[in-house]
Structure formats: structure tokens, C-alpha cells
């Protein structure tokens, strides 16, 4: 659904996975603050709760089908996105072991990679196919966790999950060293131990909780140019 005439110059957000959890909830909060919304949600999911926000939103939300792990399918919205310029290029897609108990040198090998290419290769592709949809003053983002920080981990444990986002903050950390995204606002962002299908019913915080101070961080770094590794209330998490 296109966006009105009225809000034709409203600030515009590409959320990649955005039909459920955190994804949805950035979608919502982006919404309520007057922003254009394209969210991504994977092909053949049916009705989504992103769908559930499009008759409120004026227009403003539009929905695109991906699954990150298809380089075809990136391809392929980059072509129907062409041209388009976006203020902030955030992806939250993301996945976790079947088995977060499993060690490392335990793990099956389809597994791993599983994890591996959701959680971190997959994102770097989008990222490299969208990067010129984001002009030089404005963001990208992608959903990491605490659980990638190497300095942090003093419990182990979920060890593929935490390989997983140590290497995607590594790979932003290369990309973030090119010439061509040095004046760019970028970020790694650690929303939290969040209460949704990947966060468990466990978890220490509501998506209530974690995601309006998970925005704030995010449009309060958008003009400060280079890599920030941030957690939900903008504090800085240790690499």
C-alpha cells in the first residue's frame, strides 16, 4: 500500500523481518511516531500481525515478502525497491539452536550453519544488496545481543546463538571500516532478554519493555556518524 500524499515526506524505515516479536513491535512504535513503515515478512506465512497494523496505519505500511536466506529473494526486493531511499535500514530477522544447551563441538553441522547464515551471513548480504537505499546521513541497524559480546560471556551456555552474533558483529565491524560507510550511522543492538518466541517465556523483559527505549536509542544515534554497540537503553556494550 503506498503512502499518502500527506505523508509523502515523513521519514521511511525498512524493517527486514518485521511479522512477529521485536520485528512487529519496531514496526508499531515506528508507526506511532509518524514514520513510513516497510516491514518484511517471509513468503507463504499467511496473515501476520504486521498485517494487523495496515488498516490503522494511513497508508503508511507497506509489506514486502523475503526470506533472508535466499539470495534470490534479496535480489529480487532490492529490484522492487530501487530507487527508493530509506532513513533508516534495520534487520531484525534472526534465529536460535533447536537445542540451546548443545555445545559447540556437539552441534550438528546443518545446524550450525542454520545459524550461522540466518544469524549472521544473511544480514550482511541485505545489507551489502540495500546499502544505497541508505543515503549517506542515514542508518543502519541490525538486532544483535548481549550474548555476542565476548567480554560479557561469563556463563557460556546458548554457545551456537553467541558464536552466531559475535561473528554478525564482527562482520558489521568490517563493513563499518570501508571508506564508503564511514560517515554513516550504524548499529549493533542488544534489545534485551525479551519475553517473545525466541526469548522464551522466561525472559526478564516484555516487549513492552524493551522496544520504545529500543526506538529512542536508535533516533537518538542517527546522526552520530560510525559503529555503536548499544543495548536498549543506549548504554554501550563491551565487544
Not at 508499531?28 to 513510513?36: D, I, N, T, V
Not at 494487523?52 to 497508508?59: E, I, N, Q
Not at 554478525?168 to 550504524?186: D, E, G, I, K, Q
Request: hydrophobic share 45%.
Amino acid at each position: 500500500m503506498p503512502p499518502t500524499l500527506s505523508d509523502a515526506t515523513a521519514p521511511a524505515i525498512l524493517i527486514i523481518g518485521a511479522s512477529r516479536g521485536l520485528g512487529h513491535a519496531m514496526a508499531a512504535e515506528f508507526l506511532h511516531k509518524g514514520w513510513r513503515v516497510v516491514g518484511t515478512v517471509r513468503a507463504g506465512s499467511g496473515r501476520t500481525r504486521l498485517h494487523d497494523l495496515a488498516p490503522a496505519s494511513d497508508g503508511r505500511l507497506e509489506i514486502e515478502s523475503l526470506d533472508i536466506d535466499d539470495p534470490d529473494q534479496i535480489a529480487a526486493l532490492w529490484g522492487r525497491l530501487s530507487g527508493r531511499l530509506f532513513d533508516i535500514l534495520f534487520v531484525n530477522a534472526g534465529t536460535t539452536a533447536r537445542d540451546e544447551h548443545v555445545k559447540v563441538g556437539e552441534v550438528a553441522t546443518g545446524e550450525f550453519v542454520r545459524v550461522m547464515v540466518t544469524n549472521a551471513l544473511s544480514p550482511m548480504r541485505v545489507i551489502e544488496a540495500l546499502q544505497d537505499s541508505v543515503p549517506a546521513a542515514g542508518m543502519i541497524g541490525v538486532m544483535s545481543s548481549g550474548q555476542g559480546s565476548l567480554a560479557n560471556n561469563v556463563t557460556g551456555m546458548r554457545e551456537v546463538y553467541r558464536g552466531s552474533k559475535a561473528a554478525l558483529n564482527m562482520f558489521m565491524r568490517s563493513f563499518a571500516v570501508r571508506p564508503s560507510s564511514a560517515s554513516r550511522a550504524m548499529v549493533l543492538m542488544a534489545p534485551g532478554w525479551v519475553r517473545t518466541e525466541l526469548g522464551g517465556p522466561d525472559a526478564r523483559l516484555s516487549i513492552e519493555e524493551s522496544v520504545p527505549s529500543l526506538v529512542a536509542v536508535l533516533l537518538a544515534t542517527r546522526n552520530n556518524p560510525g559503529l555503536h554497540y548499544l543495548d536498549y537503553l543506549g548504554r554501550i556494550v563491551p565487544w
